[in-house]
C-alpha cells in the first residue's frame, strides 16, 4: 500500500533562517505531488504541484520554493523566513489519471520567532 | 473569494443517528468532490468522492449526495459513532487541464458524536 512521510513533525525557526521540508511517498510510481499549507484560523491552500521530476507549478507568489529531485521525493524550501510563513504545511500525491484522490501526509507545524 | 463553503462550523449528533454535512460551491467548472476527515496533529484522511456525472455514491456508513443544479453536496454518516468525532473538510477541483487535479477545500465542519 501506499504511504506519505512528512519531517519533521515540528519546527521552530528565527526570521531569516533557511527552511528545507521534505515529503516522501512509498508504494506507488509517477505520482502527482501537492504542497499545501494552513495559516491559523484559515482553510487549506495550495502552494506548489508537480506532476514529474523537475516539474514545479506554483499557485501563489510567496517566499517558499519547491523541488522534485526524485520521482517520490518532494522538498519545500526557503532561503529566509518570515513571520508569516508560520503555519501547518501539508505534503499530498494523487495518482496522475484524473479525478483521484489526494492523500495527505500528517504535516509540519512551522512556528517562526 | 470563497469558492467551497461549509457554512455550519460545528454540528452535534447522537450515536447512531444520522450525521449530515452540507457543503455549497460557485464554481461551475469544478466536476470531483471529495470529502476528508480530520484529527488534531493529522494530515486529513480522504473517505469518499463523486464524479459530476453520478449523484450519490456510498462506501459504508458513508454517502455523499452531489445537486449539480443547486451547486451542492452533502456527506450523510449513518449510524453516527463517537469514533467520527473529527473535523470533516469538502472539496472539489476541476476546470484545468492535465493530470493534476489542484483541490480548493472548504473551510471544514466540526462534528461532534454524543454517546
Known amino acids: 500500500s501506499q504511504t506519505i512521510h512528512q519531517w519533521p513533525a515540528t519546527l521552530v525557526q528565527p526570521v531569516g533562517s533557511p527552511l528545507s521540508l521534505e515529503c516522501t511517498v512509498e508504494?506507488?510510481?509517477?505520482?502527482?505531488l501537492y504542497w499545501y499549507r494552513q495559516a491559523a484560523g484559515r482553510g487549506l491552500q495550495l502552494l506548489f504541484y508537480?506532476?514529474?521530476?523537475?516539474?514545479i507549478s506554483s499557485e501563489v507568489p510567496q517566499n517558499l520554493s519547491a523541488s522534485r529531485p526524485q520521482d517520490r521525493q518532494f522538498i519545500l524550501s526557503s532561503k529566509k523566513l518570515l513571520l508569516s510563513d508560520s503555519g501547518f504545511y501539508l505534503c499530498?500525491?494523487?495518482?496522475?489519471?484524473?479525478?483521484?484522490?489526494?492523500?495527505f501526509g500528517d504535516g509540519t507545524r512551522l512556528s517562526i520567532l | 473569494d470563497q469558492q467551497v463553503k461549509q457554512n455550519s462550523p460545528s454540528l452535534s449528533v447522537q450515536e447512531g443517528r444520522i450525521s449530515i454535512l452540507n457543503c455549497d460551491y460557485t464554481?461551475?467548472?469544478?466536476?470531483?468532490f471529495l470529502w476528508y476527515k480530520k484529527y488534531p496533529a493529522e494530515g486529513p484522511t480522504f473517505l469518499i468522492s463523486?464524479?459530476?456525472?453520478?449523484d450519490k455514491n456510498e462506501d459504508g456508513r458513508f454517502t455523499v449526495f452531489l445537486n449539480k443544479s443547486a451547486k451542492h453536496l452533502s456527506l450523510h454518516i449513518v449510524p453516527s459513532q463517537p469514533g467520527d468525532s473529527a473535523v470533516y473538510f469538502c472539496a472539489a477541483s476541476g476546470g484545468v487541464s492535465g493530470s493534476a487535479r489542484q483541490l480548493t477545500f472548504g473551510s471544514g465542519t466540526q462534528l461532534t458524536v454524543l454517546p
Open positions: 508537480s506532476v514529474g521530476i523537475g516539474q
Open positions: 464554481n461551475s467548472m469544478f466536476d470531483y
Open positions: 463523486i464524479s459530476s456525472i453520478k
Open positions: 499530498a500525491w494523487s495518482a496522475g489519471q484524473q479525478y483521484q484522490p489526494q492523500h
Open positions: 508504494g506507488t510510481s509517477n505520482p502527482n
